[in-house]
């Protein structure tokens, strides 16, 4: 091959070619090792003009068309005088590492850089430079080929910029997230199937510990910082390590619905679940449960996101409280009374024995001391009927100041009873209340099985109303009683 063919290829080489001269620049680095220069990059360092002093040594002696075509040049002289545009920025830059190459005794020297064309657009750029043979000492002539990356960089930050922006979102939700790999469960539940198991919640109730296992084959990859917020964790390995304090109790069970609804092919989820925090709080939660898309086949990548709704469970809880409940003494209310009687009378069990009772002085406590001391007296009298009533039995407050007590399974003799223990909570409480008693009046009726609950109810306030009107006649006449005990 003769010269006229080396410059051919040359010209009509694909990639940019740049022939240059850079003995000018071995005389400077000669003259700086003399003077006792080491480390060129600390030279740099201490007088970044440098840099440039090396780059005005290098002689550009040709380009081929590429170069042209690449940096929108009409010809050679026109990118020569216009060099100060295209090396600019960060150029001088990665060109360090270039002159440090050449320094330690490279032949061959290479770096990513950026360029720009004549035009102002950025060119990104992978450079490779060679000192041609023959020319090693001299450093006459030396081989730079440019390629330009520019779409695969460009590609490149839009991926960096699309990782970021996942990571972002993933780093900052506002809702607990968790990257998990399933593929353990996933092999555990094919490996049950391939031995003819079919119906997998039958297989559970059989084999529960199968739930056991499935769950400590969960391997979790990541967690975002308000899940650490949640659980209370000062971070990822913290959290890791107190997973069975955080997923236990009712979790199971849960978790064992999560394996039905994957073993029916169901990858995304949505249930209410229980956690804890690492304080041991409770925390009512939101799941949210999907194979991640191209994980299907193997569940290696699922995300888990938890929504904290603990205050909102707190509030239905209150306001389900509030519609079965009387809130001044904290017994059920006249609603639930009527709804418990009902089916009590459909459903039993029986005999069920029903005490109907009366706040006593009520009225005048108002009248004399102000509703605030009528207010006290309820709640005395909602703290004695709380303190002795157990389910099945229930304590009701279904007016003013009448109160009834459900009791299933209980006759007549039991509830008998039942109300000389509530007169002697009656009086142990007023010994903590000398000046103003409480006083109840009773009566109770028991309802076989057959009978009416209302017939029983309509009794139980017959005789509650003995009790009552016995108590006034014994308070009228006992001139020791406090004037506001007495009949109004």
Not at 176 to 193: N, Q
Not at 230 to 246: C, E, I, S, T, Y
Not at 382 to 392: T, Y
Request: glycine content about 6%.
């Amino acid at each position: 091959m003769d010269f006229n063919d080396d410059a051919e290829m040359f010209e009509l080489a694909p990639v940019s070619l740049w022939l240059e001269d850079y003995s000018a620049l071995k005389t400077l680095f000669q003259r700086w090792r003399a003077e006792g220069v080491t480390d060129l990059r600390a030279h740099f360092e201490a007088d970044p003009a440098r840099v440039k002093q090396c780059s005005g040594c290098i002689r550009l002696i040709k380009v081929n068309r590429k170069t042209l075509a690449l940096f929108e040049a009409g010809d050679a002289d026109h990118l020569v005088g216009n060099l100060d545009r295209v090396f600019r920025d960060d150029m001088l830059t990665t060109h360090v590492d270039e002159l440090v190459q050449l320094w330690e005794g490279k032949a061959a020297f290479e770096s990513h850089t950026v360029n720009y064309t004549l035009s102002g657009r950025r060119l990104d750029i992978q450079l490779h430079g060679r000192i041609l043979p023959g020319h090693e000492d001299s450093w006459a002539r030396v081989l730079v080929a440019i390629e330009d990356v520019t779409d695969r960089e460009n590609a490149r930050r839009k991926m960096t910029q699309s990782e970021n922006y996942a990571l972002g979102l993933f780093a900052h939700s506002p809702v607990s997230l968790w990257v998990e790999d399933f593929s353990g469960v996933k092999k555990l539940l094919d490996e049950i199937r391939e031995r003819g198991i079919t119906d997998f919640r039958v297989f559970t109730d059989v084999h529960p510990e199968f739930v056991t296992r499935c769950m400590s084959e969960i391997r979790v990859l990541d967690v975002n910082r308000r899940t650490l917020e949640l659980f209370g964790a000062k971070d990822k390995a913290a959290l890791l390590r107190a997973l069975p304090d955080v997923f236990r109790d009712d979790m199971e069970t849960h978790f064992r619905e999560q394996l039905i609804d994957l073993w029916d092919g169901k990858l995304f989820q949505l249930r209410e679940v229980v956690n804890y925090a690492l304080d041991g709080s409770k925390l009512n939660l939101l799941l949210q449960f999907s194979v991640l898309p191209g994980r299907e086949r193997d569940w290696s990548l699922v995300q888990v996101a938890l929504t904290d709704i603990t205050a909102r469970k707190k509030a239905e809880a209150y306001l389900e409280y509030l519609g079965t409940h009387d809130v001044l003494t904290k017994l059920f209310n006249r609603s639930f009374y009527v709804d418990e009687l009902n089916r009590l009378e459909r459903k039993g069990p029986h005999p069920v024995t029903i005490i109907m009772a009366d706040l006593n002085g009520l009225k005048a406590a108002n009248d004399e001391f102000g509703h605030a001391a009528g207010d006290a007296l309820l709640r005395r009298a909602g703290e004695v009927l709380n303190s002795v009533i157990e389910k099945p039995a229930h304590a009701c407050r279904i007016g003013g100041d009448e109160f009834a007590i459900l009791l299933p399974e209980i006759d007549e003799v039991a509830g008998e009873a039942m109300i000389q223990t509530i007169q002697d909570l009656v009086a142990i409480n007023n010994s903590f209340y000398p000046d103003q008693a409480l006083s109840l009046s009773m009566g109770s009726a028991t309802a076989r099985h057959g009978e009416r609950m209302e017939a029983a109810v309509k009794r139980a306030d017959l005789a509650m109303l003995d009790a009552k009107r016995q108590h006034y006649f014994e308070a009228e006449h006992d001139r020791r009683r406090p004037s506001m005990m007495r009949a109004s």
